[in-house]
């Protein structure tokens, strides 16, 4: 059996061969997976997903989507064009993939076959005072008009991506999840002649980023939204005792009061008796 003998050019290829091996390697090793959690809901219109990686999870999103779509269908003469909205949640039985990151993460949601797929990227950023916050800064919507159940009759029927463009929504601090009761609504501009999608979600915990414990929320930050409920919910309560407060002390001095002047020596009302004197 003969030696192998290698060149410096072989040998050279076959370091990249080996490095490329190694890092491919420890890609499969940090494999992230999507998993589909929406049974652990009571709300029949909440969904629940979470993406993991090396079996940890890295972002959670639990909430309710509505989507509000015009799309265009032939009119009766013909000729015309008339626009239509087709009205649809977001199903609990999605599918999901997902990639997470130290300052960016993203999550995609598809249903149907991939008739539809919704894309959500977030990102971490510092702010004033050097605050660290996280937000979502894009939000993509791709939808199949030639799927029937939600577009009926729709002209020239095909896939469409709707964007947000400079998006800046569900601003929180680093280390929280966001929680928000209140519908949060989004549009987005479709590539089917500019058409504006609406996005609306609700019943909202969201977090994409230092998830401490597995499939646990990190502490809640709540929308200014639910905050302001809140307290135009408790204000009236507040405003009540303290009205209670005032008449009870206003009862309290009139009482001392009477009592004072029930020991004070009355003088006679009619005082000519001391004149023919």
């Known amino acids: 059996m003969g030696w192998l003998n290698f060149s ?14 190694v890092l491919t390697l420890s890609v499969v090793l940090a494999e992230q997976e999507g998993e589909n959690l929406s049974g652990l809901s ?5 969904a629940i997903f979470a993406v993991r990686e090396n079996g940890t999870t890295c ?28 009205s649809f949640t977001l199903p ?51 939808y199949d008009t030639s799927e029937t159940s939600h577009f009926i009759s729709a002209y020239n029927p095909g896939k469409h991506t709707a964007s947000t463009h400079k998006l800046s929504a569900l601003v929180t601090p680093a280390g929280r999840s966001y929680v928000c009761t209140a519908q949060q609504t ?6 089917d002649h500019q058409k504006g ?35 135009e919910e408790t204000l009236p309560l507040i405003l009540g005792l303290i009205l209670g407060l005032i008449i009870i002390i206003t009862l309290t001095i009139y009482h001392f009061h009477l009592k004072l002047t029930a020991n004070q ?5 009619d005082r000519s008796m001391y004149k023919n004197m």
């Open 92 to 142: 609990r039985g999605a599918e999901i993939q997902g990639k997470c990151g130290s300052t960016e993460s993203e999550i995609h949601i598809s249903w149907r076959n991939n008739a539809y797929m919704l894309r959500i990227y977030f990102s971490k950023e510092f702010r004033e005072k050097g605050i660290e916050v996280w937000k979502i800064n894009k939000i993509q919507f791709v």
């Open 59 to 86: 972002l959670m999103v639990e909430f309710a989507v509505k989507f509000l779509v015009p799309y265009d269908v032939l009119a009766l003469n013909g000729i015309d064009l008339i626009t239509e909205q087709a």
């Open 42 to 46: 009571d709300n029949p219109d909440k």
């Open 197 to 231: 999608i609406t996005v609306s979600m609700y019943d909202i915990q969201i977090q994409p980023f230092d998830i401490a414990s597995d499939f646990i929320f990190s502490t809640p930050y709540k929308c200014i939204t639910d905050q302001r409920e809140h307290l």
């Open 186 to 191: 989004v549009t987005l501009i479709s590539s």
């Open 8 to 21: 410096t050019k072989e040998s050279a290829g076959l370091l990249l061969l080996c490095v490329y091996g």
């Open 265 to 269: 020596p009355q003088l006679p009302r």
